[in-house]
């Protein structure tokens, strides 16, 4: 390895990118693009639930239950309801997701003292928000309605993300999706370029080593991932206002590593075809796909069947999205990230040593 | 003019069939795509690990203990001593919940007192709390009221009967699958028809038709039928993957195609126009990619548009997609017929037109 030789090669695709104004405005705007899109657009949270009542009893004690779920924030009165036909209407439009039935014999019975019942009727269409919204509704009855004798206290706390956000929980995870998105496609792009040019070639044809020349060539995209790193770390807890509990050097550090493994993707994915478009796709399918749905990022692994769960475990994704998550939100330090950590470091080593060994053998 | 037709059309057809790799891409995505991501993706919580510090130790915080263990919902990972103990376990992830029945449990219910429980949560994914959370609240609730029926009276004044509608079982699945089919119809729609144009445009083969007396509006047909016809003969495959995962379909098959159909119109007029603004195949799969993957992911196909921002659920509004999930799930899980879709057909023809028109304008150029 002579670091000089490497230098020129660095010198050379820097000159290369900064003469394509194109490239660079795409690398450093869409990461922010999707931040913003996705850290605004990817919430679960229950929010404005347009709601309907249906009201047979019009007394005092029922009037106070709707009263308790227009102001509790998370449902919206949008729709007065009388009779069956007109709830079926309104929850197959959709102009209601969830309906309260309450009986004519209501605010009789609980006047007198004797429990009554409400009727609570949910859009079960995206189960998981029916769900919450379903909790949401016991909740509120509950807390509506007069005390009576509970056996149980429970106490509840939440802890890391106690106000239940869901916009904490996709920034620090979105870090680890934009740079599994944008790194390895612009490298791969960046060296089969050469290879569709011819020029390879000449590279092949001087005393340049196959370690030099990936070196060189990694030099400069992985200084514009680290830049990446550091718009969408710094904009994501800034703009959207995530707590963050950790130690940043240690979430650069690590996310330095990972930068080094997706632009080494990308080197790997270079190897294996001589054609810009089929890079492309194979970047697509090795690196966007699985960082967004096989990441941990969106959908959990532990509720994956196990098979698939392997298939997560060979993707870099859910080692950063994790450390990142446990650094932003726990305040982890590396007592208890350095599992994910050294995953990362061990991962990004085997792809650089497939990456030269495959680059070696089309060489000889 | 018919036989020209008829011939450029034969043409394209054959074309199509024999692009194999597209072929096998379409119906990979039809079904592969759809089980594979149907059986791994979901937000349905299952197997929280739970840790439980039984600091009572008796025959009744053994059944609220019990209770939870045998339930799917939660896996038992172990039974640390103390308070604290558990507190590091949520800390390294070894347990994402905690249950904690202090010491005094059994002798407090006996006295018909409220006992305490404490439930730590994990809270870092919200969505997964929050489920947690309701289960947790759940199991605690039935064992409360099947004490208090022993006793004879009611812990709650008012019950709440809880009805879910068109999705009983509340499975993730019957949703994944149908997002799945309208994701495959979008992306298949909209890439064909760029890559097939864009392709004669390098080439150079489509001088040779501009100077045929082929007319441009035959050849715009000619380029875009096979495409519609292929993606509505590959739903039927994914139509069999639903009926696997035991979505019901409760609406006519009929209104489906019919609205699919006047949904491809759209995402095949947006394949138009961008090849039409494209000059190179790799251009024009780098603007459909990022064209696609905002539309794709933000259209309710993952998250539903309602808990969006109210400036991109407008946003959201001129995107087909997003009409066409409506109509999906309406046609599947709800049995909506014409008379409840209308809405959703006008927003899907007004978008087709328009992107059709401009798709005219841009080709003609």
Not at chain 1, 108 to 116: D, E, I, M, T, V
Not at chain 1, 225 to 239: D, R, Y
Request: proline share 5%; charged share 15%; hydrophobic share 55%.
């Amino acid at each position: 390895m002579d670091i000089r030789r490497i230098l020129a090669v660095t010198r050379k695709e820097t000159r290369e990118i900064s003469r394509d104004p194109v490239t660079i405005w795409v690398s450093l705007l869409m990461p922010l693009v999707m931040l913003f899109l996705f850290g605004y657009a990817i919430t679960l949270d229950v929010e404005d639930v347009p709601f309907g009542v249906w009201d047979e009893d019009r007394s005092p004690e029922s009037r106070r239950l709707i009263d308790a779920f227009a102001q509790s924030g998370y449902f919206e009165l949008v729709h007065s309801i009388s009779g069956e036909r007109e709830l079926d209407e309104a929850l197959e439009r959709g102009v209601v997701k969830l309906a309260l039935v309450i009986p004519a014999s209501f605010g009789r019975n609980l006047a007198r003292g004797r429990p009554s019942a409400v009727q609570v009727i949910v859009d079960g269409t995206f189960s998981n928000t029916a769900q919450i919204v379903a909790g949401y509704a016991d909740a509120i009855v509950q807390e509506a309605s007069p005390p009576a004798r509970p056996l149980l206290r429970p106490e509840l706390r939440v802890w890391y993300n106690p106000e239940m956000r869901s916009v904490n929980y996709v920034v620090p995870g979105l870090f680890g999706v934009i740079l599994l998105a944008f790194p390895p496609l612009l490298t791969a792009l960046g060296v089969v370029r050469e290879k569709e040019s011819g020029s390879i070639q000449q590279i092949f044809a001087s005393p340049l080593t196959s370690a030099e020349f990936i070196a060189g060539k990694l030099l400069p995209y992985g200084l514009i991932a680290f830049v990446q790193v550091l718009l969408v770390v710094g904009f994501g807890l800034t703009w959207f206002e995530v707590p963050f509990r950790g130690d940043l050097g240690l979430l650069f550090a690590i996310s330095l590593i990972y930068v080094f493994c997706t632009v080494g993707l990308g080197l790997l994915v270079s190897t294996l075809t001589d054609k810009q478009v089929v890079a492309m796709l194979l970047a697509l399918v090795l690196t966007l796909m699985p960082s967004f749905l096989f990441s941990g990022f969106l959908f959990p692994i532990f509720t994956m069947p196990y098979t698939l769960q392997l298939y997560a475990a060979a993707f870099p994704g859910q080692y950063f999205v994790e450390t990142s998550r446990d650094i932003v939100m726990k305040g982890a330090g590396l007592r208890e990230v350095w599992v994910n950590a050294g995953a990362l470091l061990a991962y990004t080593f085997a792809i650089f040593w497939l990456a030269a060994w495959r680059f070696r053998k089309k060489v000889a | 003019m018919g036989r020209r037709f008829g011939s450029l059309l034969v043409k394209e057809t054959i074309q199509f069939c024999r692009d194999r790799a597209m072929l096998a891409l379409i119906l990979f995505l039809y079904t592969a795509e759809v089980v594979m991501c149907t059986v791994a993706l979901t937000f349905d919580v299952k197997h929280v690990a739970l840790a439980i510090v039984d600091q009572d130790g008796s025959p009744r915080s053994r059944e609220l203990v019990e209770r939870f263990t045998v339930v799917q919902e939660f896996r038992a990972v172990g039974r640390p001593a103390t308070e604290a103990e558990a507190g590091r376990w949520l800390q390294s992830g070894r347990a994402a919940m905690a249950l904690v029945i202090p010491r005094g449990f059994a002798r407090r219910l006996s006295r018909n007192e409220a006992a305490p429980v404490q439930l730590l949560l994990d809270g870092t994914n919200s969505n997964t709390a929050a489920i947690a959370r309701g289960y947790a609240l759940g199991i605690l609730g039935e064992f409360e009221a099947e004490r208090a029926a022993r006793l004879g009276h009611a812990v709650r004044m008012v019950r709440v009967e809880r009805r879910i509608w068109y999705n009983q079982s509340l499975s993730f699945a019957s949703f994944m699958v149908l997002s799945m089919i309208a994701l495959a119809s979008m992306m298949i729609g909209v890439i064909q028809p760029a890559a097939s144009i864009v392709r004669e445009k390098e080439a150079g083969t489509i001088e040779q038709l501009m100077v045929t007396p082929i007319s441009v509006a035959e050849l715009f047909v000619a380029k875009t039928l096979p495409t519609l016809v292929m993606c509505l003969l590959a739903v039927f495959p994914s139509l069999l993957v639903a009926h696997a995962f035991d979505v019901p379909m409760r609406g006519g098959l009929g209104t489906f195609l019919a609205l699919t159909g006047l949904f491809l119109v759209s995402a095949i007029s947006l394949g138009v126009l961008i090849a039409s603004v494209t000059r190179t195949l790799q251009q024009a799969l780098l603007v459909s990619f990022f064209g696609l993957f905002p539309l794709l992911f933000l259209s309710g196909t993952m998250v539903p548009v309602e808990s969006m921002p109210d400036a991109l659920q407008v946003a959201s509004q001129v995107s087909p997609l997003r009409h066409y999930m409506e109509v999906i799930l309406g046609v599947f899980l709800k049995g909506s017929g014409f008379e409840d879709l209308w809405r959703q057909a006008l927003a899907l023809f007004v978008i087709g037109a328009v992107l059709f028109a401009s798709a005219v304008i841009a080709f003609r150029r």
